[in-house]
């Protein structure tokens, strides 16, 4: 069965211009592609190529300079690459998440309240917000002693498990995975790939950079390539998707 | 590098997703004070819970802005909405004297850089918070207390010293005591002055965080101007740049210091980071 695509990219590009420097820096030009709800797309191209740039266009904290981002949210269709402000940091409480491997600690908030935010601002009591944060605190092997703590004094590590928790605890539509493995350890890098199996098996549509692709090589459905200047992918055409 | 084309951002189209109006309106707000064009053209827009930053530096025009949203000043021109109730459309601007007292008193809270400004130094502090809701024509004794006690614990005041006047405080204390004053009546707005200037770095932290934690739990409504970015980037969700009296670019607080659009900005978040 064939559906409607969540995220249609098309020609979308991006340049930063650096006044200082009186110059233009071109990160990515023309990208487009279709992604379906369910589906992985892994972004892959060498150190520069573009893929984290990509990811921030489409989560705007890097204002496009052309193209579009249409997205299908509960309310309706939207250009993602020039809807108002609000209306992105609306779709970033409710349908889109974006995981980095750094977290935003803050001073004197406890590990498993960081972890438990998200679902407490979604309107979920307190009591289930702090049983799932715990819940995933312990997922990611994070130690129980360690869940009233502040994340701020934690080890690189022990914050990204922390992160993880948090992005990961509110199923979102669209989830942009800035290369999250990366400070992991063996056990919480396979509760991340569980985590991110089920939330596909969900039809959570996931696009994502990776050092090392082969920790998700077994959920990824497509990939675009970003060493070529003007992306296209036309390999949509010839495929179907199985909702 | 093509220097040539010099691609701009992409124009922003009026919000469709959020449903909610905007609690703040205030339109092409300009305002000279002699020679000196303090606004031009202003307009600002903010929605129930948001956190909006003001960034610039001193001169900008900043806190003429805020304190224009406090109504302590008119501009000469331009108009202001708060959506309250039975005042959707009215320009505050237009209102009295003693109108404009009121509706601040009951609908907007405000937090200064200088303590002196918010507080009565030699009254005790619990006396200051209390006198805010006297105004808004509190009487009883009991209640006034069991207020401010409630307004002072939320800012994270120790109750033990609930007596003690202001002047008598440190720093972080009085921002504390300010905070309550400001809070007290659950208002629908609560402007911040440059409320961590001055303060020690590690106080400064938890100030922030009391502000963050309010902001969390109540969802009451910010403006926060500062000339610290880390503060603004610490606390807001979308933040206006200005200077000379103008808003050269606003935008989302992660996408303004991430992606800066102008010159001025770019330079502003160099310098600053």
Known sequence: MTTTPLLRVQGLTKT??????????????????????????????????????LLRTIWRSYLPVGGHVFYRSQHGEIDLANAADVDIALLRREEIGFVTQFLNARPRVAAQDIVAEPLLLAGHSQT???????????????????????????????????????????????????????????????????????LKAQGVAIIGVFHHPGDVSDLIDREINLNTRVVADHSREDEHVAV | ????????????????????????????????????????????????GEVMGIVGESGSGKSTLLRMMNLEDTPDSGDYTLRLPGRENENLFDLTRYERRMLCARHIGIVYQNPHLGLLMKHSSSGNVAE????????????????????????????????????ELSGGMQQRVQLAKAIALEPALLLLDEPTTGLDVSVQALVLDTLKRLQRDRRITMVLVSHDLGVIRTMADRVM?????????????????????????????????
Do not use: C
């Open chain 2, 241 to 273: 740049v200005m200077r000379h009296g103008e808003v050269v670019e606003q935008g989302l607080a992660d996408q303004v210091f991430q992606d800066p659009q102008h010159p001025y900005t770019q330079q502003l978040v160099h310098a600053k980071l």
């Open chain 1, 128 to 198: 289930e917000a702090l049983d799932q944060a715990r819940h995933w605190l312990d997922q990611f092997g994070v130690r129980p002693e360690l869940w009233r703590a502040y994340p701020s004094t934690f080890s690189g590590g022990e914050q990204q498990k922390v992160n993880l928790a948090r992005a990961l605890i509110l199923p979102q539509r669209l989830l942009l995975l800035d290369e999250p493995t990366a400070s992991l350890d063996v056990g919480a890098r396979a509760a991340l790939v569980r985590r991110l199996a089920d």
């Open chain 2, 1 to 48: 590098m093509n220097l040539i084309s010099e691609p701009a951002a992409l124009e922003r189209a009026a919000p469709r997703l959020m449903r909610a109006e905007p609690l703040l309106r205030m339109t092409d707000i300009s305002k000279r004070y002699g020679d000196v064009r303090a606004l031009r053209g202003v307009d600002a827009v903010v929605y129930p």
């Open chain 1, 16 to 53: 930063f211009r650096m006044y200082h420097l009186d110059s233009m820096l071109h990160a990515f030009e023309g990208v487009s592609f279709e992604l379906h709800e369910g589906e992985f797309l892994l972004l892959r191209g060498h150190n520069g190529a573009g893929k984290s740039t």
């Open chain 2, 132 to 167: 805010r809701l006297l105004i808004a024509g509190e009487r009883s004794f009991e209640i006034l207390r069991s207020k401010a006690r409630e307004a002072l614990d939320a800012s994270e005041f120790p109750l033990d010293r609930m007596d003690a006047r202001p002047i």
